[in-house]
Nanobody, 115 residues
Framework: QVQLVESGGGLVQPGGSLRLSCAAA????????MLWYRQAPGKERELVAA???????NYAESMRGRITIFRDNAKKTMSLQMNSLKREDTAVYYC?????????WGQGTRVTVSS
């Protein structure tokens, strides 16, 4: 079955950096778009970044210029490098893919930006 497992979250000071990773299994990873979403306390889940099967990227305006999404098809992993983090980036970050109309999610990894 499809499995997505995020890692790399934690506590970081404003202005700091984190790299999140998503390990995928159970599907032909290289064929599918992969996405990062986040959900802050009391807010709806929102798209952060996406990378297509061909490597084309798309970023949320709120984080553009501070994040980079990339994938390693051989290792079936996707990562999100986040720099210049702000307090408002505090959220649970989720890995997502859609296969034949079905959304699959990881369990999420918590990012807390605080001094």
């Amino acid at each position: 079955q499809v499995q997505l497992v995020e890692s790399g979250g934690g506590l970081v000071q404003p202005g700091g950096s984190l790299r999140l990773s998503c390990a995928a299994a159970g599907f032909a990873f290289s064929l599918y778009e992969m996405l990062w979403y986040r959900q802050a306390p009391g807010k709806e889940r929102e798209l952060v970044a996406a990378i297509s099967s061909s490597g084309r990227t798309n970023y949320a305006e709120s984080m553009r210029g501070r994040i980079t999404i990339f994938r390693d098809n051989a290792k079936k992993t996707m990562s999100l490098q986040m720099n210049s983090l702000k307090r408002e980036d505090t959220a649970v970050y989720y890995c997502n893919t859609r296969i034949r109309g079905n959304d699959y999610w990881g369990q999420g990894t918590r990012v807390t930006v605080s001094s």
